[in-house]
C-alpha cells in the first residue's frame, strides 16, 4: 500500500531567487554534483514557454554503499531517475511535479511541490507518495526511502542556499 510523506523547507532566499535557480543549467550541474552520489548525470533540461523548467536526472549509488534494508531486495548498483517539471512563476509562487523510479525495482515515487514566500525566505513544501510493491516488507522500505527524502530535501535546501548566496 503506497505511503505518503509531508516534508518542508525555508530557503534563504526569495521565491524568485530559488526559482531563478532551477531555470540554470549550472545550477542543475553543480547540485548533481553535491549530491553525494556515485555517478550523476543531467539526461535533459527544458525551458517551458510558461517560465518553467523540465529537468530529469540519474544518480547511481554504487552497491557497496547501499544499505541492507535495500540489498536485500536489490542486487547491484541503484540507479535512481528523477524528473522535476517547475511552473513558472505566478502571483510570486511555483509548482513542481516530481516523479522517482527505480529501473527493475517494483519502487514508484510521485509527488508535488509548492515554492510560496514566508516572510522574506522562500518556502518549499512537498508531498511524496511511494509506493514499494513487495510483499511483507514493501512499508518498511517506504518508509526507509521517506526518511531518506526528507534528509535529501535538507541537502538540496542547503546546496540552493549555497547557489543563491554565490551566484544571486
Request: aromatic share 6%; no cysteine; glycine share 8%.
Amino acid at each position: 500500500m503506497p505511503r505518503s510523506f509531508d516534508m518542508a523547507t525555508d530557503y534563504e532566499g526569495s521565491v524568485e531567487q530559488v526559482h531563478q535557480a532551477f531555470l540554470d543549467e549550472q545550477y542543475w550541474l553543480a547540485r548533481l554534483a553535491d549530491s553525494g552520489a556515485d555517478d550523476a548525470t543531467l539526461n535533459s533540461m527544458r525551458l517551458t514557454a510558461g517560465g518553467g523548467v523540465e529537468v530529469t536526472t540519474t544518480q547511481v549509488l554504487r552497491a557497496h554503499r547501499l544499505p541492507a534494508v535495500v540489498t536485500q531486495f536489490h542486487h547491484g548498483d541503484l540507479e535512481i531517475r528523477r524528473a522535476e517539471s517547475w511552473t513558472g512563476l505566478a502571483d510570486g509562487k511555483a509548482e513542481a511535479n516530481v516523479s522517482g523510479s527505480i529501473p527493475g525495482a517494483p519502487v514508484t515515487l510521485t509527488g508535488s511541490a509548492h515554492l510560496t514566500p514566508s516572510e522574506l525566505r522562500a518556502h518549499l513544501a512537498f508531498r511524496a507518495t511511494i509506493e514499494v510493491r513487495i510483499p511483507l516488507v514493501g512499508g518498511k522500505v517506504e518508509n526507509f526511502i521517506g526518511n531518506q527524502l526528507v534528509d535529501l530535501l535538507t541537502a538540496e535546501q542547503r546546496f540552493t542556499t549555497r547557489w543563491i548566496a554565490q551566484n544571486g
